[in-house]
């Protein structure tokens, strides 16, 4: 049986960790709260911009590469983690389901190419032996356009030189604060996304000025880019609410431990003072 010092010990450095994990679970509860605005704030955008790409891909003859359909010989893989661990199940699920694909699609390294943001999906990728060929790791808490779009037009441009001939991406949505949902998006060909909106409407007439190549040009890139950075958005609205919840989780289960511990201690003291008393008292009944 434990002694009461070494009890008290465990009690108070419980107590501790507790304190620890209540203030990080209160910092992700701020974090979250910009961070789910910003998601939500780029949902329209993205939106009007899916809506757009689509219409033009529905009214055009113009030929451009992000449009183009051709034989899968390499698949591009964009891998959406966190640069911290203690956010639950954040980053172990969406790396569960990169893993597992790859290992059921791919015969080897030629086949198919990572782009991983996230330091933490980084150092499990490569310590692995995948083709990991382009990385981005420690994004601000609120990143910019600017701050992911070096990685995003390295990622497109992958595309367009045909270095891989289709692309997805991993990533946790945002449902809400307690839920976050594994999501795989197909990022490129544009022209198989589109394929999957042929039940909408499309507009029946669009003017192209100046031309139809030049306005592809400019827009196809920009949404591709586009839809990178919303999940990427998305992913950090994700990870705010995973580490909260793990936080909270972690804070309730060491107030469960502390309260386990207050028992033990107060049976062990109980036990050990009225060792004592029969002590006492029979070493006066041996003086009698």
Request: charged residues 25%; hydrophobic residues 40%.
């Amino acid at each position: 049986m434990a002694s009461l010092r070494d009890i008290k010990t465990k009690k108070d450095s419980t107590k501790k960790t507790s304190q620890i994990t209540k203030a990080m679970q209160m910092v992700s509860a701020s974090k979250l709260s910009r961070s789910e605005q910003n998601a939500k704030a780029y949902i329209p955008y993205m939106a009007k911009m899916k809506q757009l790409v689509f219409n033009l891909a529905q009214n055009t003859n113009a030929k451009h590469p992000m449009l183009e359909v051709r034989p899968v010989k390499c698949t591009g893989y964009i891998v959406i983690t966190a640069d911290r661990g203690l956010a639950g199940g954040y980053n172990s699920n969406v790396l569960r389901e990169v893993f597992a694909t790859i290992q059921a699609k791919h015969a080897s390294k030629e086949e198919y190419a990572i782009i991983s943001i996230g330091r933490i999906g980084t150092d499990f990728l490569r310590k692995r032996g995948f083709n990991v060929i382009a990385e981005l790791t420690h994004l601000p808490e609120q990143p910019t356009y600017a701050d992911v779009k070096k990685i995003a037009s390295q990622t497109v441009a992958l595309f367009e030189e045909c270095i891989v001939d289709e692309i997805y991406i991993y990533y946790n949505h945002f449902q809400s604060a307690i839920s976050q949902v594994v999501t795989t998006d197909k990022l490129l060909p544009l022209k198989e996304i589109s394929a999957d909106e042929e039940k909408k409407e499309a507009t029946s007439l669009i003017v192209f000025e100046p031309s139809e190549e030049e306005i592809l040009d400019v827009l196809l890139p920009q949404y591709a880019e586009s839809l990178i950075y919303g999940a990427i958005l998305d992913g950090k609205a994700s990870e705010n609410a995973a580490r909260m919840t793990a936080m909270k989780n972690a804070t309730d289960n060491a107030m469960d431990m502390i309260d386990n511990l207050t028992l033990h201690y107060n049976r062990a003291r109980q036990a050990a003072i009225t060792q004592e008393l029969t002590e006492i008292v029979a070493g006066a009944s041996a003086l009698d």
